[in-house]
């Protein structure tokens, strides 16, 4: 007897994208397996950064730290000139946030002076 049709093919019953929730597992799986087995597999970012407030790739550290320093050195000075005007309780916040940023201000500071020192040693 002849079928007017030929047989279909046979489908593969455990395909991992049966479903969305199955590809989104496999895709998950691949991402652990080459985090883990391949670390130099380029990745993608995991969010897209907002670009209103992106630093300009290429900017040297070193640039970068000494902004960051001046910075925090502009904000303690604003919160220790506030806390000069406001009354006592608040006041005492408003010294501990100035106290936080100062020691913001100097951990930079001695990141900054470790820079130089290498930077020295190296010439």
């Known amino acids: 007897m002849v079928k007017p ?3 279909p093919p046979e489908v593969d019953s455990t395909s991992p994208y049966e479903t969305l ?3 989104k597992f496999h895709e998950a799986a691949e991402r ?3 985090h883990y087995l391949n670390p130099f597999h380029p990745r993608k970012p995991l969010l897209k950064p907002n670009t209103r407030y992106l630093i300009a790739p290429g900017i040297p550290s070193e640039e970068l730290l000494a902004d960051a320093c001046e910075t ?3 904000a303690k000075t604003m919160a220790s000139d506030f806390a000069g005007m406001i009354d006592a ?3 005492h916040v408003l010294s501990g946030i100035a106290q936080l940023i100062m020691l913001g201000e ?3 500071n001695r ?3 470790d820079l130089d020192l ?3 040693a190296n010439l």
């Open 5 to 7: 049709t030929p047989n």
């Open 106 to 108: 100097l951990a930079v």
């Open 32 to 34: 652990a397996l080459d």
């Open 89 to 91: 309780p608040q006041r």
């Open 21 to 23: 929730d199955s590809k």
């Open 118 to 120: 290498k930077a020295d």
């Open 111 to 113: 990141v900054l002076d």
């Open 72 to 74: 925090l050195t502009s």
